[in-house]
């Protein structure tokens, strides 16, 4: 795989590095990585206030599941402002996987997460729309 570093990334704690990770063995993309890739920068303030707001519902939702809704966990705090949960998660790469694999253009990101710091989230954007996300599998 090609890897890259995209250097000075906004964030709310700062501005940070992202990790490009470009999937093909001989370390070249095509043309419809590319596409993905232009598409998903086209949009890409507009995916990340999508994927933030997905991300903090998917938060809520494991939060509950685990029952932290009802005592307390230093791992888990209630959070009930958007911007207070964005100092949570901070983006840490970006995949774009094989052009074969997936029928639509294919982006994941994956997070750095205070609530998993072992494992981190992933989010799957097909097509410019965030599709699913879950623990993190890819590894960067």
Same mark, same amino acid.
């Given at each position: 795989?090609?890897?890259?570093?995209?250097?000075?990334?906004?964030?709310?704690?700062?501005?940070?590095?992202?990790?490009?990770?470009?999937?093909?063995? !001989?370390?070249?993309?095509?043309?419809?990585?590319? &596409?993905?890739?232009?598409? +998903?920068?086209?949009? /890409?303030? $507009?995916?990340? %206030?999508?994927?933030?707001?997905e991300l903090f519902e998917y938060y809520k939702e494991i939060r509950?599941?685990?029952?932290?809704?009802?005592?307390?966990?230093?791992?888990?705090?209630?959070?009930? !402002?958007?911007?207070?949960?964005?100092?949570?998660? &901070?983006?840490?790469?970006? +995949?774009?996987?094989? /052009?074969? $694999?997936?029928? %639509?253009r294919a982006v994941f990101l994956t997070f750095e997460c205070s609530w998993d710091t072992e494992?981190?989230?992933?989010?799957?954007?097909?097509?410019?729309?965030?599709?699913?996300?879950?623990?993190?599998?890819?590894?960067?």
């Open positions: 795989p090609a890897e890259y570093t995209i250097k000075g990334v906004k964030h709310p704690t700062g501005d940070i590095n992202i990790k490009l990770v470009v999937t093909e063995d !001989d370390g070249k993309t095509d043309s419809k990585q590319e &596409e993905s890739f232009e598409k +998903f920068l086209e949009k /890409s303030h $507009a995916i990340f %206030e999508d994927t933030v707001a509950a599941e685990r029952g932290f809704d009802k005592k307390k966990n230093k791992f888990f705090p209630e959070v009930s !402002d958007i911007n207070e949960f964005k100092t949570m998660i &901070e983006l840490s790469g970006v +995949f774009v996987p094989e /052009s074969d $694999a997936f029928d %639509e494992n981190g989230v992933e989010v799957h954007i097909f097509d410019e729309q965030v599709a699913e996300m879950g623990e993190q599998q890819i590894e960067i």
